[in-house]
């Protein structure tokens, strides 16, 4: 086994150790075959993570092994990383979390064995004030991806009816993410009260398809649920781009709307992925010229709570 290599990327430098350590038993993927995964999607899974807080999810000896989850950036960083101050009221603690403006900060990261990066949907230039706003959509232990797809389309025909432009990707497991970018006008309560406002219009339009019941116990077991909670403050998912950490290297993957009734989860990895960037590059690259103002959306939540609907649970008891 190779002791170690260096990887030149743009200006820096990074140097890799063990880079034949198997990542991945379903193809014997290695911790150098990651790296060269997120050198060819560089572009795309900067810019999804670009000046938020990230957490990282940390394998030391592959995905069938230990996961971390890492708040603070590792111990040993270069002067070039760059992080953000996170407060955590719960605890009354603080942790500096990577932030990531250049792509040779994501190689350090798996250098130091991530193979996840799961950002806030804030920036660290307003950290309380959320820019981007996630549809999980969640699939039960008896649902299908068709119905997810189901589901999917029905967000998108709310979201076209509101005038927000939703960018979906695969979530890498079962399920699928829609982002839509905000106006960084309220804080995360008023986004997750939104989020929430959405999720029950879906479920009117597909009741036999969605849900939004809180407690797990209580959804259909072949539903879909639709997680608002991941706009709670602190609460993540995984990056567009970002890998799994599963044997098969499964990633998160941005795809057009044309694509959605192709598009297969269980296809999209660290050995196709890269080839699908080269031919179609970066198909979240144009989020930020498509801002929501989640105003439409609060009038929603509003009127729900006036004819009884209980607001969002706390989101600490998920």
Excluded at 128 to 155: G, H, K, T, Y
Aim: charged letters at 30%; proline letters at 8%; hydrophobic letters at 40%.
């Amino acid at each position: 086994m190779a002791d170690a290599v260096e990887i030149a990327v743009g200006e820096r430098t990074v140097r890799v150790s063990s880079p034949d350590r198997v990542y991945f038993p379903a193809r014997a993927e290695t911790k150098l075959d990651l790296v060269n995964y997120y050198l060819a999607v560089g572009d795309g899974i900067v810019n999804s993570l670009r000046e938020r807080p990230c957490m990282l999810h940390r394998y030391p000896t592959g995905v069938t092994g230990e996961k971390v989850h890492q708040k603070r950036l590792p111990n040993g960083a270069p002067p070039w990383m760059e992080t953000v101050r996170v407060f955590f009221p719960r605890y009354q603690r603080t942790a500096d979390e990577l932030c990531v403006t250049e792509l040779a900060q994501v190689i350090w990261a798996v250098q130091m064995s991530t193979v996840e990066f799961h950002p806030w949907n804030s920036r660290r230039a307003d950290m309380e004030r959320p820019d981007e706003w996630r549809i999980d959509l969640d699939p039960m232990p008896d649902s299908s991806f068709d119905r997810v797809r189901r589901v999917a389309r029905v967000a998108n025909e709310v979201l076209d009816e509101l005038g927000a432009v939703g960018w979906p990707k695969t979530s890498g497991g079962s399920g699928m993410h829609i982002y839509v970018r905000i106006t960084p006008a309220h804080g995360f309560d008023d986004v997750r009260r939104a989020a929430l406002a959405f999720a029950r219009e879906v479920e009117r339009r597909a009741p036999q398809d969605a849900t939004t019941e809180w407690w797990r116990r209580d959804r259909d077991p072949s539903a879909v649920f639709v997680d608002y909670n991941q706009n709670a403050r602190d609460h993540t998912i995984a990056a567009a781009y970002s890998v799994r950490g599963n044997p098969e290297a499964t990633v998160s993957t941005p795809f057009r709307w044309d694509e959605l009734d192709a598009i297969e989860p269980g296809e999209c990895t660290i050995a196709s992925v890269p080839r699908r960037f080269a031919e179609l590059g970066d198909l979240h690259a144009g989020i930020d010229d498509a801002v929501f103002d989640l105003a439409p959306l609060l009038e929603w939540a509003d009127r729900d709570e006036r004819e009884g609907h209980a607001p969002a649970p706390d989101p600490d008891d998920a």
